[in-house]
């Protein structure tokens, strides 16, 4: 009878209890506060359309990001952490700074919405990726990663804003000015900041992940600062643009500021599906060599890179195994994934200094699943 390795025990990492319970905790307090913003509609009906016009283009939103994360998924925590962040911590902290501003420093409106806000803003979203690489640098180590966070975090402020916003102009105080109230006023609100820019806040936000993201890779802790601040001004910039162009530019300003943001945005999104395709591309290569070496087996790296085989390996694992076999099969998945990049930032020079023993403690793990793990048969040769 062959003897196998008992599997690797692992601790939980530190923190990461308290960290699932004060999210929990602060959504709950963010829920609370969300309904008291609609309450300024004035009336239940006002409150229940600021809050559905707030929550209509989410799923599309998330979906998206779901989608460019799907490749290395974060931990799960840590992308609600994001969001929650973004709705309860970043709207406490601008309301009570711009609140601040406009009662003790007396500070014009259009100056408040034009400077102070995007400053504010800005470097509250910012706040949590810079607490998140402090805490956890794994989780935000590439552009992609920097993207993704940053825009869970403003896709949470945005959300939070816009039943403020919705609420207001049910009541009769549009963000433009108008007069035009109820249904139709929230309306017309929706139809600006729900439908035609729905991606602004994460437009603005992605300057701070794409730096964090490029800092992720640098040895220099002055160079890391250096493209930090420098993604907090160009965030903070394009913010003021926005803003900007609503109080002060007047419509044809407004037109060019959007047409020039429409553009990054774009530019942005073929970024974020360039380096979702680099990531594939890197896992392939990155589990060839690895299977090159002996340490998997090759036939198992179709199994564990493309989407469609990895899914056809839990199906085939719950049909001859059942359910057991099927999350033995997606935990291998989810190591070999981390083990792929992990193994090609050391092959890079660009891995943390524990990189080599993290691999080697991957291994572990993956082989430890091994008599549990049934695998479809070997695909014919030159097949993925």
């Known amino acids: 009878m062959t003897a196998y390795a008992p599997p690797v025990v692992h601790r939980p990492q530190r923190g990461r209890l308290v960290l699932v319970v004060l999210t929990w905790i602060t959504g709950f307090v963010g829920a609370g506060a969300a309904v ?35 490749v290395e998924p974060e931990p799960l925590r840590y992308k609600w952490a994001a969001f929650v962040w973004g709705a309860v911590v970043a709207v406490a902290i601008s309301l009570l700074l711009e609140g601040a501003a406009a009662l003790w420093l007396e500070v014009p409106e259009d100056v408040l919405v034009a400077v102070v806000a995007p400053v504010v803003e800005e470097l509250a979203k910012g706040l949590f990726l810079v607490l998140t690489v402090l805490r956890a640098r794994r989780i935000i180590d590439g552009v992609l990663d920097g993207l993704i ?28 000015g108008n007069e035009i109230a109820g249904a139709e006023g929230a309306t017309l609100t929706f139809v600006v900041r729900g439908l035609f820019s729905p991606f602004a806040h994460p437009l603005f936000t992605s300057a701070i992940g794409i730096a964090m993201g490029l800092a992720a890779g640098r ?3 002055a160079a890391r600062w250096a493209l930090v601040v420098a993604g907090c001004v160009i965030s903070v910039i394009l913010h003021a643009m926005w803003n900007g162009s609503l109080v002060v530019g007047g419509p044809a300003a407004y037109v060019v500021v959007y047409l020039t943001l429409g553009a990054l945005l774009v530019a942005l999104g073929c970024l974020a599906v360039i380096l979702r395709f680099r990531q594939i591309c890197t896992l392939w290569r990155s589990l060839t060599y690895i299977g090159q070496r002996g340490w998997i087996h090759p036939a198992e790296v179709p199994f564990l890179v493309s989407f469609a085989r990895r899914r056809q390996a839990r199906t085939f694992a719950r049909q001859h195994g ?32 524990d990189g080599a023993s993290r691999t080697y403690d991957l291994l572990d793990r993956m082989h430890a699943l091994r008599p549990e793990l049934r695998l479809p048969p070997a695909l014919p040769p030159g097949m993925r």
């Open 36 to 70: 008291f913003f609609a309450a300024q509609a004035g009336d239940v009906p006002g409150a229940a359309l600021a809050i559905v016009f707030a929550l209509v283009p989410l799923p599309l939103i998330l979906l998206m990001y779901w989608w460019l994360d799907r």
């Open 219 to 221: 040895r220099s802790r």
């Open 149 to 176: 966070v940053s825009g869970l975090v403003a896709i949470g402020f945005a959300a939070v804003e816009n039943i403020g916003y919705y609420a207001a102009s049910y009541f009769g105080l549009g963000e433009d």
């Open 322 to 353: 059942g359910r057991r076999a099927e999350k033995v099969v997606e935990q291998y998945q989810a190591l070999a994934t981390e083990l792929g990049f992990l193994h090609d930032q050391v092959m890079r020079g660009r891995a943390p200094r």
